[in-house]
């Protein structure tokens, strides 16, 4: 996906990328370069310094593989992402089988029920594709595919011979390509190839290193004997693009998002010394955590007069005023989102986000899961059906066969909303698994200071290490982010906090950490 957004504030530009590539691909073009200089650039680091292979290679290495599967009697796995890269491997599997006839009898499926949905929206609109595309819809269409089908569920699936199977989720958590994946792994003559981006921690990220053997949802122990190859296919940009993009551009301010901070760091390093080499003026590059506030300075002086609720108190020198800046004519003003019916035409509305889950294990389980996970559950009815209230912001509701989950958008809500579809996941593919490990311990910390070692380590994890000041003399840790400060007393562990909504995720990482490593039959400490 390619998508740029340029917003424009008080005489500044700003140019937000999402992913993004400059080369096109099988059905996508590249992405453009605006025609205006932003002054901040903020551009995805996925890859870091890494340079991907030319498209041409690539494709080989991938046909070969699947056929040299094939050749030997095997299966070929491919976990996909549903939306983007699923679409480019099929266009490439089917013009290599019409070439070649002897494939012809050999299935080739994509089994996913969103990448069908998927499907009719690139068939619909073919004119947004590029220039190959367009040329060939007036012959057919490009998207109707003659030599792969659809594959509903795994019931349909006649595992009898060699195959290619395309399947998600793309880095084998769960789901139809996990299960394909485990009960293929131990046969030499199969193969898995890994198409796209693979996060650390993840099924598909440790196969990469070709392990002797891997632990399977229910935790057994399957031998890896068939061969795992990774073929890049990512729409994320690599070192070469993201540069040339970047020069081309010349911005000031670049900051740096959607990657490992190791890979960051590495890139931010690169393009230092890159533009230090070449004598270019040196531009500010930033690597922030989640979260993180980053300020940027401009010179010359804006006048916005502050009006409403927010001119109630006169500020004093070095106070924050926070609210939505609106320009009327060749005037500004800051007014609070509740106020803005008043003052603009606009008004302020609420994201309501809404996912629903197949799940099928008991209810009480999730709530006990939820309550080692949050510290804190609140149980409620909502329209005559159970409901779980965790971190006072989400959801989750009880309905048949599936669980709801509810909360307003914005990002702090959204990554507690993440961890709890995370935990149904995990429940639901295997509840008897979770129910056990609930009721024993993970590992027990064997005395005061290693607990407190983790809790450090454990923040610096969640802020920075720049964010994170141990001091074990005096027994207190200290949490600064966004200007506000945390202080974490490690021996009574009250928390003093000005800030509700960090003080709350500090009470409940510190809970969950200390579940974690205590036995279930030793009093969980009081965290305030």
């Keep these: 996906m390619n998508c740029s957004t340029l917003i424009y504030i008080l005489y500044e530009n700003k140019c937000f990328l999402g992913d993004f590539s400059r080369q096109e691909d099988r059905h996508l073009m590249a992405a453009e370069v605006p025609n205006v200089r932003p002054d901040i650039l903020i551009i995805e680091s996925t890859y870091g310094t890494h340079i991907h292979e030319k498209r041409e290679v690539r494709e080989a290495r991938f046909t070969q593989t699947v056929h040299d599967t094939i050749s030997r009697g095997g299966r070929c796995l491919i976990p996909v992402f549903a939306l983007g890269r699923a679409q480019e491997l099929m266009l490439i599997l089917d013009e290599y089988w019409e070439a070649h006839p002897e494939l012809h009898d050999v299935p080739i499926y994509y089994a996913s029920s969103l990448a069908k949905k998927c499907m009719a929206v690139f068939q619909t609109y073919v004119n947004a594709m590029n220039d190959k595309i367009r040329r060939q819809i007036s012959i057919n269409n490009p998207f109707v595919f003659k030599h792969i089908s659809n594959l509903k569920n795994i019931d349909q699936f006649q595992d009898i011979g060699p195959s290619v199977v395309m399947a998600s989720p793309g880095m084998l958590q769960s789901g139809l390509s996990r299960e394909l994946f485990e009960t293929w792994c131990p046969d030499a003559r199969n193969s898995v190839i890994i198409a796209g981006y693979c996060v650390e921690g993840t099924l598909a990220k440790m196969i990469m290193s070709e392990p002797e053997e891997v632990i399977s949802i229910t935790g057994q122990r399957l031998p890896l004997k068939c061969s795992v190859k990774y073929i890049s296919f990512s729409a994320h940009t690599d070192y070469e693009q993201t540069s040339e993009f970047i020069r081309q551009l010349k911005p000031n301010h670049i900051v740096l998002v959607h990657g490992e901070q190791s890979e960051m760091n590495r890139l931010k390093t690169a393009l230092k010394r890159e533009y230090e080499d070449k004598g270019d003026k040196a531009m500010e590059i930033f690597t922030p955590a989640n979260n993180e506030e980053i300020v940027l300075n401009f010179r010359g002086e804006k006048m916005a007069k502050v009006v409403g609720r927010l001119a109630a108190k006169k500020p004093k020198p070095g106070d924050v005023i926070s609210g939505v800046l609106v320009k009327r004519g060749f005037n500004y003003h800051i007014v609070s989102p509740e106020e803005l019916q008043h003052y603009t035409d606009l008004s302020k509305g609420v994201v309501l986000q809404k996912q629903t889950l197949h799940f099928t294990a008991p209810f009480s389980l999730l709530h006990h899961c939820l309550l080692q996970l949050a510290g804190h559950v609140e149980q409620i009815e909502l329209n005559g059906k159970n409901c779980l209230k965790v971190f006072d912001a989400i959801l989750v509701i009880q309905d048949k066969n599936k669980v709801i989950i509810q909360w307003e958008g914005c990002d702090m809500k959204d990554m507690y909303a993440d961890a709890v579809v995370t935990l149904c996941l995990q429940i639901e593919a295997n509840p008897q698994a979770i129910k056990q490990s609930s009721l024993r311990s993970i590992t027990q910390a064997k005395d005061k200071s290693t607990f407190e070692d983790r809790v450090e380590r454990l923040l610096i994890e969640m802020f ?64 305030t």
């Design 464 to 527: 920075g290490e720049n964010s994170v000041t141990y001091q074990p003399k005096l027994k207190y840790i200290s949490v600064t982010l966004n200007g506000v400060k945390a202080v974490i007393n490690l021996k009574s562990y009250e928390i003093q906090c000005p800030d509700d909504t960090l003080h709350q995720m500090l009470a409940s990482a510190i809970r969950r950490l200390h579940v974690a490593l205590t036995p279930v039959n030793v009093p969980t400490i009081a965290i």
